[in-house]
């Protein structure tokens, strides 16, 4: 039983999200009263009722279902004494039922009201006369949110003034003004006083705002009756603290000169501070700073760096060069890590135990070790000598030195080309004698004449083919002469 009531309630709490979603659809249920009194009776009436209709009336306070009824009327009547209070949201809910082919029901459609939602009917006296809601004469209609008097505005401003002149709002200031304050000066007793959640995202919204802005001219705060939140600001947060909690906002001798410091423009500051706004190290909060100043985060003018989103580049340790944008008077950019100088060397050891020396450019080390199957420089330089020495048949030796007691006539090549044969020759180091270089193997008592190589294979391609030719030739004549010899 328990968990089909707590799925009830489940049921009910969706459908009334379904028809707060709804919004647009046509009224089909209404309450009455719409501003109920606390423990007033409500009137639950479905809007579409046709004769013979069975609906089912749901009551919900605060999302706990309180009653439900069926019947085959097209309201129904909640007895609320003692049941609803200020701030109670009642929801009713609407069903018809359908028996054919069995029974179901069908949504049709809810609504909701607030109890006690404004000053002239949560059953409160909030004027002190002793006069609740609608017995309070001041109270024409329920959703009247003063039970009292309606004050005027600009009376009533001016009347503070008159009493308290240098309560903060009465000199000219704003909201704004007191913000400026109390960043500088966090500890001052005027910080803390004003709801600043309240009051932050208004004066992002609308900085112009008489409110955060201030006015010379008290009389003429909230002129416009439609801007709530200026009249219930200027009621709620100034007159009724300065009334009834005596938290009057008064500016005394050592806030001024605070003031001043931040903003001279202010009438009550002296004459040399209004004198220098807009200089050297003058408040620029209404007076933009002079040539050649910036106005600081603290409002202060100060000397001026750079140009705002200017750009230059800088030279950096290492060779790189850096570009700083200008942000606030100030250059922004920082130049990157030292990490070696132009011309600077290291040898580093790799994977494949080989070695790599890398140089410096531009701040880094350049040079990597090959990958795994990859072939290093070296390995690399010593293929392409192979090749070339296969294609053109001969390469470079390196001569031995000269046997003890010998002495080479003229420079001694240190190595010298010798030809190759097949894929690889043997590794034959030639004898060198005197001014010449004789075949590797062979004694070499006296100097030896340098001789051009013989192309070997070549020579023998050609003896094979005189030969050839040279059968050919022998072959036909002979011929030739046998068949003379038959004819005589």
């Known amino acids: 039983m328990k968990i089909s009531h707590v799925l009830i309630s489940f049921m009910l709490v969706f459908m009334s999200l379904t028809a707060v979603l709804a919004v647009q659809m046509p009224r089909t249920v209404e309450i009455t009263p719409h501003d109920p009194y606390p423990s007033e009776n409500l009137l639950c009436r479905y809007l579409n009722y046709q004769r013979g209709d069975i609906l089912e009336f749901w009551w919900v306070i605060n999302g706990e279902t309180v009653d439900r009824l069926r019947t085959d009327k097209p309201s129904t009547i909640f007895n609320a004494q003692g049941k609803t209070r200020r701030g109670d949201a009642v929801l009713c809910v609407v069903n018809q039922v359908f028996e054919i082919p069995r029974e179901h029901v069908q949504d049709r459609g809810s609504d909701t009201v607030v109890i006690g939602n404004f000053q002239c009917n949560d059953g409160l006296d909030n004027d002190g006369d002793n006069q609740i809601d609608s017995r309070d004469q001041d109270c024409s209609v329920r959703s009247d949110d003063l ?108 806030d001024k000169d605070a003031l001043c410091e931040l903003d001279g423009s202010y009438d009550f500051c002296p004459a040399e501070f209004r004198a220098n706004a807009g200089g050297l190290g003058g408040p620029c909060v209404d007076v933009p700073c002079g040539a050649g100043l910036f106005c600081s985060e603290d409002l202060v003018c100060v000397q001026q760096v ?110 010298v080309l010798v030809n190759v044969t097949g894929q690889e020759a043997p590794e034959l180091s030639p004898i060198v004698c005197g001014d010449g270089v004789c075949s590797a193997g062979e004694m070499c008592e006296k100097d030896c004449p340098e001789e051009t190589p013989i192309q070997l294979p070549m020579t023998g391609i050609l003896a094979v083919i005189f030969i050839i030719a040279g059968f050919g030739v022998g072959a036909l004549v002979g011929h030739r002469f046998l068949k003379k010899s038959k004819k005589r």
């Open 306 to 415: 750079c140009q705002e989103d200017a750009r230059r580049q800088i030279g950096c340790r290492g060779g790189v060069q850096t570009e700083q944008v200008c942000k606030a008077n100030h250059w922004v950019g920082e130049c990157p890590p030292f990490v070696c100088e132009p011309g600077d060397t290291r040898t580093i050891d790799c994977p494949d135990t080989s070695h790599l020396v890398q140089g410096c450019l531009n701040n880094r080390w350049v040079g990597a070790c090959p990958e795994d199957g990859e072939e290093s420089e070296e390995d690399e330089e010593q293929d392409e000598e192979r090749d070339r020495e296969r294609r053109e048949g001969r390469r470079l030796v390196p001569l031995p030195p000269l046997p003890p007691g010998q002495q080479a006539g003229g420079e001694t090549p240190e190595e």
């Open 147 to 254: 039970e009292g008097r309606e004050p005027v505005i600009g009376e009533e401003i001016v009347a503070l003034c008159r009493e308290h002149p240098d309560s903060f709002f009465c000199l000219g200031m704003g909201y704004l003004d007191l913000q400026r304050l109390c960043t500088a000066h966090p500890d001052n007793h005027l910080c803390g006083i004003l709801p600043s959640n309240d009051l932050d995202p208004i004066c992002r919204q609308d900085p112009n705002h008489l409110i955060c802005t201030g006015h010379n001219d008290p009389s003429t705060y909230c002129i416009n009756m439609n801007d709530i939140f200026c009249r219930n600001f200027l009621l709620g947060e100034v007159i009724f603290r300065c009334e009834r909690n005596n938290q009057c906002m008064e500016v005394n001798h050592d």
